[in-house]
């Protein structure tokens, strides 16, 4: 209840002084600043690269599997203990007493990439009422399933069995209680015999957020089981995503998706790093894989096939890395690497070949007979230091360029403070810092030699204290960063937040721009901020300069430019502005080249990001603490002015009517 007064306080202090000055009425002894705003609208600009805000996708903090992967079951193939048997098969878990029922794993699945299979030995007879309401497995999904009342699940498994079977498949509580959908699988001695396919759809009738999928018997016998799939039936553009975290990705209007990481592609040792060969076709055919860098198994529910399905649903340009041979321990000498260049090659047809190719016939058989928009693919994760790095790389690169020209290729070996030894497109920059440092380094690139490649700063972000979990003062940091790089678009390619995700319940990694758990998810203020970057991309880059009434000019970080609607009958100009000081600023806009009536003020916004606490962060009980706060212009005076709050982030949003008549 506090926490609301003081927000709402915060923000009615805030009107009025905004409102006050666009009445003309300067508010005294608040705001000692004063700022003339000039931009030149007539300018013809620069253009800003059509790819520079993007997003980076890695499988850290159960960000897939556990996250964007809809995907209910944990561990579905009884994999992730290993293939020495019997193993462990956390976190599924017995129904039952040890009297009653008895799991084992075996090595009998009818799959060969994934040959663990779960043996379900029910001891117990109904006959002399001995398995109470049913004995068997259950599975907890990541941290509780959410189960909605009204909503439907597709639950897909393969079992075969020593004799005729009924099977309970449940969605309950955890403790089992209350049945949330339950449907029965009855096979007699013949159709359970063999290995097969069972197919329900469950439709719960209540709502549980930390449900579990269960599977029980009342008959004495032996049950063989395998690859436990429960899907809802509801899911971002029918693909499998989870559809409020792909909207969250939606809503950053991202021009491209780096995936599938970071450190995940390296691997702690290259047995485990992530393969996209083993990530694609059939589901219950990849073997899955531990993830050893984040510490945690992976069915690969989500694979190379869904990363490029999810870049296209986004309207996103896929930025595929792979490994290049080299883990965070060890390293493919170059002399040994051409099989490995073959794997990626292959990689490449799996995403671009017709359909007449080995890997193009896959990709079709997937769904998606139409090759994907794969243009841009990098060498490697931060390994320019490591031993083997550039002679893998050259093997790489050459064999790339030579099939795909077209394919731009970035290196791992930062060109911003030297020149490149190798030929590349791009070169890949990545910083984690302090708040002040990353303000700084909003002038990061102005010196850099524009000679050579262009930049991809493909990992950015506030960490440490500063961080704490995602706060204000790390997003103004970064939102005045992004400023920079909008302004040195020239050099900067493309630019992409780190990490994206992280499940409450596995933090790996602090802090992130989208928190959630089985059930909700929030922005941090580092998502937000992403969200005045939405029209930058392919946008023109306006000259402006500030005039101070009071010759000292404060350092506000802030970039103008014109962006395209879409619509062929007007434009927008977004000026951006950020106060990484605790005094508020008086802003007074000048349009130059452009009169006042052609914007339309109806269609205008002014957008603003701040809060009472630099410090202030959102979270599950209040996810909507730090937000940018949208107001619509009611008219325009002869002035355009607005208040620049301390510690914030603006954007004015200004309708340009007929703007190429104007223009
Ligand atoms: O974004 C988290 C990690 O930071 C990435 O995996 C890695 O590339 C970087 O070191």
């Known amino acids: 209840m506090w926490e609301m007064w003081r927000q709402m306080c915060f923000w009615l202090l805030w009107l009025l002084l905004v409102v006050g000055w666009q009445k003309g009425a300067v508010v005294q002894g608040q705001l000692n600043q004063t700022l003339t705003w000039k931009v030149d609208a007539g300018h013809s600009g620069s253009l800003i690269s059509p790819t520079l805000f993007g997003i980076f996708f890695e499988e850290i903090n159960h960000a897939g599997g556990g996250g964007l992967w809809a995907e209910l079951v944990n561990n579905r193939g009884f994999e992730a203990g290993g293939t020495n048997t019997p193993s462990n098969i956390a976190p599924w878990y017995p129904i039952g007493t040890k009297d009653q029922v008895w799991l084992e794993t075996e090595l009998s699945s009818c799959f060969e990439r994934n040959p663990i299979a779960l043996r379900i030995e029910v001891l117990c007879d109904e006959n002399l009422n001995e398995c109470g309401s049913g004995v068997g497995v259950a599975n907890p999904g990541y941290w509780g399933m959410d189960i909605q009342a009204g909503e439907e699940y597709h639950v897909v498994f393969w079992l075969h069995s020593s004799g005729p079977i009924t099977l309970l498949v449940a969605f309950t509580s955890s403790d089992g209680q209350t049945t949330l959908a339950q449907e029965r699988l009855i096979l007699d001695e013949s159709s359970a015999r063999d290995w097969g396919k069972q197919e329900l759809f469950l439709k719960a009738n209540e709502t549980d957020h930390y449900a579990r999928l269960s599977i ?30 792909a909207k969250m990705l939606e809503d950053m209007k991202p021009r491209f998706i780096r995936f599938p990481g970071g450190c995940y592609v390296e691997g702690g040792r290259l047995q485990n790093a992530w393969r996209w060969r083993e990530s694609v076709g059939p589901w219950e055919e ?10 945690y198994w992976s069915d690969d529910g989500i ?11 986004l309207g996103a340009l896929p930025v595929w890395v792979f ?12 002399g040994l690497i051409r099989p490995f260049v073959k794997d990626i090659l292959d990689g490449i047809e799996f995403a671009r070949g017709d359909i007449t190719t080995q890997w193009g016939q896959l990709r079709s058989n997937m769904g998606h007979p139409d090759p994907f928009e794969l243009y841009y693919i990098a060498i490697g994760n931060e390994d320019c230091g490591k031993r083997y790095y550039r002679d893998n ?38 910083i984690y810092t302090n708040a002040n440092n990353l303000y700084s380094m909003a002038h990061q690139f102005d010196h850099v030699s524009r000679e050579g490649p262009r930049a991809f700063v493909s990992e950015y972000a506030v960490t440490g204290r500063d961080a704490g979990t995602g706060s204000l003062l790390a997003a103004l940091a970064e939102g005045a960063f992004m400023i920079g790089l909008e302004l040195n678009s020239d ?8 990490p994206l995700f992280v499940n409450n319940n596995d933090r790996r990694w602090n802090p992130d721009a989208i928190v959630f758990n089985s059930w909700q998810q929030y922005g941090t203020p580092s998502y937000w901020v992403q969200h005045f970057f939405k029209d930058s991309s392919g946008a023109t880059l306006l000259p402006f300069s500030f005039e101070s009434v009071n010759s000292t000019v404060p350092p506000l970080v802030a970039s103008a430019l ?12 977004v000026l951006k502005a950020v106060n990484f000081e605790g005094d508020p600023v008086q802003l007074k806009i000048l349009l130059e080249g452009l009169p006042l009536n052609s914007i339309d003020a109806s269609q205008s916004t002014i957008t603003i990001l701040s809060s009472s ?50 223009i």
């Not at 694979?303 to 649903?313: I, K, P, S």
């Not at 490994?323 to 170059?334: K, M, R, W």
């Not at 970035?410 to 911003?416: A, E, L, V």
């Not at 014109?562 to 100009?573: K, V």
Request: proline content about 6%; charged content about 20%.
């Open 216 to 245: 029980t018997s009342l008959k004495k016998g032996t049950i063989w089981l395998d690859q436990v799939s429960a899907m809802p039936v509801d899911t971002y553009k029918g693909h499998g995503f989870r559809p409020e975290l």
């Open 562 to 573: 014109r962006a395209h609607s879409g619509n062929p009958t007007f434009d927008y100009l």
């Open 491 to 498: 050099l900067v390619a493309m630019a992409s937040y780190a």
């Open 393 to 430: 790389y050259m093997v790489f690169f050459d064999a790339i360029k030579e099939n795909y020209p077209d394919i731009k290729l970035i290196t791992n070996c930062d060109g911003s403070w030297r020149q490149l030894d190798h030929p590349s497109d791009l070169y890949d920059f990545h």
């Open 323 to 334: 490994n290049n041979g080299i883990s965070h321990t060890d390293e493919v000498a170059t």
């Open 303 to 313: 694979g190379y096939f869904e990363f490029l399905q999810l870049a296209e649903d």
């Open 613 to 662: 606490n630099v410090m202030d962060e959102n979270s599950f009980s209040q996810p909507r603490k730090v937000l940018p706060n949208v107001r619509h212009f009611d008219s325009l005076e002869s002035d355009l002015g607005v208040v620049l709050p301390p510690y914030s982030v603006l954007s004015l949003k200004l309708q340009l009517a007929s703007l190429h008549a104007e």
């Open 286 to 295: 990849r073997p899955g894989h531990f993830g050893d860098v984040w510490g």
